[in-house]
């Protein structure tokens, strides 16, 4: 399972930066997510891709309750492509807490971006048994 949650930053309806997850904390590993998102403007040449995790105990959109783990650009991305260009975004997690991210533009279908991070955002059998018996004690000594 996964301890938190990765997304990455984006443009929200209102033109603000925010976080968007595609991996949760709990998710069952290993995973694969995939996600379009769009460019901002026409003829975008570069776009950059935000990954994030999950700051505190639960996912939040603001950009200040996540932490960037990851940055990288997509560059050389011939012009003619409209505002709204899909990019697709897939997040890939394995049982060793490795986080790979690619991110693929449709003018650039041949040189998709990967970036790899190490992450200690997996949770063994024995790890999540571990916490279940912990939240099973405290709700005996509560209830």
């Known amino acids: 399972m996964v ?15 925010s ?6 904390r709990n998710d069952r590993l290993p995973i694969a997510v995939r996600r379009s998102f769009g460019t901002v403007r026409d003829d975008q ?4 891709v935000h990954v994030v995790e999950q700051g505190g105990g639960v996912e939040s959109t603001r950009v200040d309750d ?12 011939p012009p003619g492509f409209p505002a709204g260009t899909p990019i697709e975004i897939t997040f890939r997690m394995g049982f060793d807490g490795i986080l790979e991210v690619t991110a693929l533009h449709e003018g650039l279908a041949d040189r998709p971006l990967t970036v ?4 200690s955002a997996a949770l063994s ?3 999540v048994a571990r916490e279940r018996d912990a939240v099973a004690r405290l709700r005996r000594r509560e209830g």
């Open 3 to 17: 301890s938190r949650g990765f997304g990455v930053l984006a443009l929200d309806r209102f033109g603000e930066r």
């Open 19 to 24: 976080a968007v997850f595609l991996v949760h």
């Open 45 to 48: 040449d570069v776009v950059t």
């Open 66 to 77: 996540v932490k960037i783990i990851a940055q990288a650009d997509i560059t050389g991305i």
């Open 116 to 119: 790899r991070v190490e992450t």
């Open 125 to 127: 059998q024995a790890d």
